[in-house]
């Protein structure tokens, strides 16, 4: 389809383990933005970016979690060393530029065991 | 304190009726508005922006109060299809803001027959 996907769907990892959470935006989609939803609250703001550059990672919550977008299409989230305070929906959204309308992904729920 | 709050409610209304949801944020510098639906295990899908002259989409109307940073929604002759979780949105722009969506904890509407 022509809508941001995200992989996988589900991932369930051991606490401790390395997890990689995949997205693939909408072709041409120059700005690439991943949130963060836990139970029961509004997504928050974890990074952004503007092709490859990576202009906004002020809402990444500690140095276990690190994204990229080396060629400026996909990109991917990783976390190492999970916690059980991680797990929550990861919603990746894109847009034309910074301040057209996001699209989003239908979201990576992972959940830390 | 929270950057946009809503009423988490929810809100359990007949069809029919007229409902409106409230949101207030704190950040002056704001200067673009949305409310989002998200459905249950869905991503977050953008309803509509607000404008400050206020703005109507067939049933749905939006307005918005710079003075008091005061956002609301009004769905009128609600449908059994309108139950979802609504998330009041405020985008930050300019200088040093990358177009990055913050989020209100959205408000739960259940319409019953």
């Known amino acids: 389809g022509a809508g941001v996907s995200q992989s996988p769907r589900y991932k369930v990892a051991k606490r401790g383990q390395d997890v990689a959470l995949r997205c693939d935006p909408i072709?041409?989609?120059?700005?690439l933005f991943w949130y963060q939803q836990a139970l029961g609250q509004g997504p928050e703001f974890l990074t952004y970016f503007q092709n490859e550059a990576q202009l906004d990672k002020s809402g990444l919550p500690s140095d276990r979690f690190f994204a990229e977008r080396p060629e400026g299409s996909v990109s991917t989230l990783k976390i190492q060393r999970t916690q059980q305070e991680d797990s929550a929906v990861y919603l990746c959204a894109s847009s034309f530029a910074g301040t057209q309308p996001q699209h989003f992904g239908d979201g990576t729920r992972l959940s830390i065991l | 304190r929270k950057e946009v709050e809503q009423d988490p409610g929810p809100f359990n209304v007949p069809e029919g009726a007229t409902v409106a949801f409230n949101c207030t944020y704190s950040?002056?510098?704001?200067?673009?508005f949305f409310w989002y639906r998200q459905d249950c295990r869905k991503e977050p899908k953008l309803l509509m922006s607000v404008y400050s002259s206020g703005n109507e989409d067939g049933r749905f109307t939006a307005q918005l109060n710079r003075a008091s940073q005061y956002i609301s929604l009004l769905i009128r002759d609600s449908k059994l299809s309108d139950s979802a979780t609504y998330l009041c949105?405020?985008?930050?722009?300019?200088?040093?803001?990358?177009?990055?969506?913050?989020f209100g904890q959205g408000t739960t509407l259940q319409v019953k027959p």
């Open positions: 950040n002056s510098a704001s200067q673009s």
């Open positions: 949105v405020v985008n930050a722009h300019g200088s040093g803001n990358t177009g990055k969506l913050i």
């Open positions: 072709s041409g989609h120059v700005s």
